[in-house]
């Protein structure tokens, strides 16, 4: 299948659970998001973003934009607490197993694992935050906060936080970008770049402050 017929046959799948579901449809498709990446929030939210505008007067939008971006959070906050519980309360060495049994039908490898603990090991819980807006990490980095035992609250704020500010990005991206809304998909890998250099200055500025801190208290 080509990558428009992919993108087709996503949107299709979405589109029909939003109409028939509504906003728990919304929500649904974004918790499937988190645990399936093939059904990527860059198609989802912008998606749920058009269907908040509508190009007759006299017919109401079907969705309102406030509770798209809530829904969608929920959602994608859900689908999050299942990698993190996986993490928290099994090994490493299990969650690779069971990559190797249904990495491919899920799409998620050991590579992508590999990723997700060096993003961890390198900026911290920060990156629970950050991570959420970059594709692929934001589903697995649930996997090295469960597996780091980071607080459940913690976990839970930092997820909440990231979640909502990517889906407010890209439920007003398709809000503003209608029909036109499958060109975010072309410019986001530019996107996730920023994500990594913003990560890098808030990890370089935490632990500034913290040495400062501790000068001064020396």
């Known amino acids: 299948m080509t990558f428009t017929g992919v993108i087709n ?3 299709e799948f979405c589109q029909n659970a939003m109409q028939i579901l509504g906003y728990p449809g919304l929500a649904l498709v974004m918790f499937l998001e988190n645990v399936f990446p093939p059904i990527p929030s860059e ?22 934009i406030v509770s798209v971006i809530l829904w969608a959070t929920l959602g994608s906050f859900l689908g999050a607490w299942i990698w993190y519980w996986i993490g928290y309360l099994i090994s490493e060495e299990r969650v690779r ?15 992508d694992l590999d990723r997700a603990l060096d993003w961890f090991n390198r900026y911290g819980e920060w990156c629970v935050f950050f ?3 970059v594709p692929i990490i934001r589903t697995l980095i649930s996997v090295p906060a469960g597996l780091s035992k980071m607080h459940w609250a913690k976990f839970s704020l930092f997820t909440i936080l990231g979640t909502a500010l990517w889906n407010i990005f890209l439920g007003f991206a398709g809000r503003l970008l209608g029909d036109n809304y499958t060109v975010i998909i072309e410019w986001i890998d530019r996107f996730k770049y920023l994500v990594v250099i913003v990560c890098v200055i808030a990890v370089i500025v935490f632990y500034a402050r913290r040495i400062s801190k501790k000068n001064k208290q020396q």
Do not use: H, W
């Open 9 to 11: 046959a996503i949107y």
């Open 43 to 64: 198609i989802v939210l912008p998606l749920a973003g058009t269907l908040t505008v509508s190009s007759d007067p006299a017919v109401p939008p079907r969705f309102n």
């Open 97 to 111: 197993k069971l990559l190797q049994k249904i990495g491919k039908i899920i799409m998620i490898t050991e590579e």
């Open 131 to 133: 991570g959420r807006m």
